[in-house]
């Protein structure tokens, strides 16, 4: 099915390991995101790529790096992880900056 | 920064009413989205909007760019509809691309 595709679903990580979130769309969208939503807040922006090969920081990019390998694919990396970073992960593709949102089905990752 | 409030944030309803939730935004913007949230499971968009009206079965999403203001409304709400909406917006200036998000409104329908 067309859409945006994020592994893992879940994810269990004990405090200092480190992880690779992968997000790919099928959709030809120029522009793709990185989001986490915690209790009680609205969706925060971490990372955000308006086309291939660019990058730019968010609302909330400490204690993550981001990767635009090609024009489908935007991974999310937790160098070393902590407990703060406990949250539900959301990758977003859209078409341009004014387009409409699509978004993966998430990853709820556990930082221990 | 745009700041999104929603409102109410918890509504409880029978099934069939007409439900209302209310979005309003501090700056211009180019877009409004409404989305839906079920428990657990992922975001799917229902509506992006830069004035007027839309409609989509029993949803109908309107806005009102000089009041800052959007609404979305459910007719004959049904048990299915439980869900948290969210209100975002896009930022008609300059800086970072994205959205802003309200913090959701959690709506359950009760048969």
């Known amino acids: 099915n067309a859409g945006v595709t994020q592994t893992p679903k879940f994810q269990v990580l004990k405090t200092g390991q480190s992880m690779t979130l992968q997000c790919a769309q099928d959709m030809n969208h120029n522009s793709m995101y990185w989001y986490r939503q915690d209790p009680g807040m609205g969706l925060r922006l971490i990372y955000y790529s308006a086309s291939e090969g660019t990058t730019d920081k968010g609302e909330v990019p400490n204690g993550y790096n981001v990767s635009r390998l090609n024009k489908r694919e935007f991974s999310l990396r937790l160098e070393s992880a902590a407990p703060s970073q406990t949250s539900v992960y959301f990758c977003a593709s859209s078409t341009r900056r004014e387009g409409g949102y699509t978004f993966g089905s998430g990853t709820r990752l556990t930082v221990v | 920064k745009n700041e999104v409030e929603q409102s109410p944030q918890n509504l409880t309803a029978q099934e069939g009413e007409f439900i209302t939730i209310n979005c309003s935004y501090s700056?211009?913007?180019?877009?409004l989205h409404w989305l839906q949230q079920h428990p657990g499971g992922g975001i799917v968009s229902l509506f992006m909007l830069s004035s007027g009206k839309k409609k989509h079965g029993r949803l109908i999403a309107t806005i009102n760019i000089q009041e800052k203001h959007s609404s979305l409304h459910i007719t004959a709400s049904h048990p299915r509809d439980s869900a948290v909406y969210i209100c975002a917006v896009r930022d008609s200036g300059g800086g970072a691309d994205g959205l802003t998000f309200g913090k959701g409104t959690h709506l359950i329908i009760q048969p």
């Open positions: 700056v211009g913007i180019s877009a």
